[in-house]
């Protein structure tokens, strides 16, 4: 048995990690009401989105002069780039199943469900997406995940059976289960993780870019309480200027599907981003170019 001393109250902050703050505005309440938004963006968009192509691959055309890099076939970025959006219009929706309307906020919804508790925020996307991609391919020692203390839960572990047991200030692994590795399984590791893990302790696994140049499936996070994560899902390549551009997604605060952003300091470039500026703003939160970390 594995026995450490947990904070209780950094457990419970984790749950926290998308509170707004003066670097960014969300709607709460949950409502049909809808929200001013952060920027003011047009409704055109360039480079044009296909109606009803089913991958961010499909549906998002590189701006004028770019091509998308060329990844492995098998790769996490290729994951990231295919993976499928609801139909061209659809609105994000909630645990609940409530709407978050778009003001202004994302082109695309991602097709993947996120449970019905209020857990699947912002970090927890961004694991989540990275377990998922082991998982499908079979690598379940490489999913393995930080508690905001620092205990380290590996699915290798909870596959066997065992289990995490949280009592006061002491958190240890316990054999509960029979072996099992159903994707019910990995849900309810992956919503244990929600639950103790977020922003702070996922900044901390990350490492920085030591100035290399952004790639697909990294983070741009601001750890804390509170705190924000998107991930980068696509990038494209401009041979003439030697420049890239990214696709990014979040999801938010309350629990909510993972959305595509759009790009409110650059309506001509959206929803793709230029990420070598000291500045990169989203629909709703403010990063600096240091912010971007790599698993």
């Given at each position: 048995m594995v026995l450490i001393k947990i904070h209780s109250i950094l457990l419970a902050v984790a749950l926290f990690s998308c509170k707004p703050s003066e670097d960014h505005i969300i709607d709460t309440r949950i409502t049909t009401n809808q929200v001013e938004p952060l920027y003011a963006v047009q409704d055109t968009i360039n480079p044009p989105i296909q109606s009803?192509?089913?991958?961010?691959?499909?549906?998002?055309?590189?701006?004028?002069?770019?091509?998308?890099i060329k990844l492995e076939p098998s790769s996490f970025g290729e994951y990231l780039r295919t993976l499928n959006l609801k139909p061209k219009g659809t609105e994000v929706l909630y645990y609940n199943g409530a709407t978050k309307h778009n003001n202004d906020v994302y082109v695309a919804v991602i097709d993947l469900p996120i449970g019905n508790k209020d857990l699947h925020q912002c970090a927890d996307a961004v694991m989540r997406l990275r377990a998922e991609y082991f998982w499908n391919n079979g690598e379940y020692d490489k999913i393995y995940f930080n508690f905001t203390n620092g205990f380290r839960v590996d699915y290798s572990e909870w596959i066997k059976g065992h289990r995490i047991v949280v009592n006061g200030n002491k958190t240890y692994w316990n054999n509960r289960k029979a072996p099992a590795n159903t994707y019910k399984d990995f849900w309810n590791y992956m919503e244990l993780i929600f639950m103790y893990a977020g922003t702070a302790s996922l900044e901390k696994e990350l490492k920085p870019l030591n100035n290399n140049t952004p790639q697909i499936g990294d983070v741009i996070i601001k750890g804390g309480h509170p705190g924000h994560a998107v991930i980068i899902v696509d990038q494209a390549f401009n041979s003439q200027t030697g420049k890239y551009v990214y696709l990014l997604a979040q999801s938010y605060m309350p629990a909510q599907e993972i959305q595509l952003l759009k790009n409110p300091s650059d309506t001509r470039l959206s929803p793709w981003y230029d990420l070598d500026t000291p500045i990169i703003n989203t629909p709703e939160w403010k990063f600096y170019k240091d912010n971007i970390k790599r698993f």
């Open positions: 009803f192509s089913k991958t961010i691959a499909e549906r998002i055309s590189p701006p004028e002069g770019y091509t998308r």
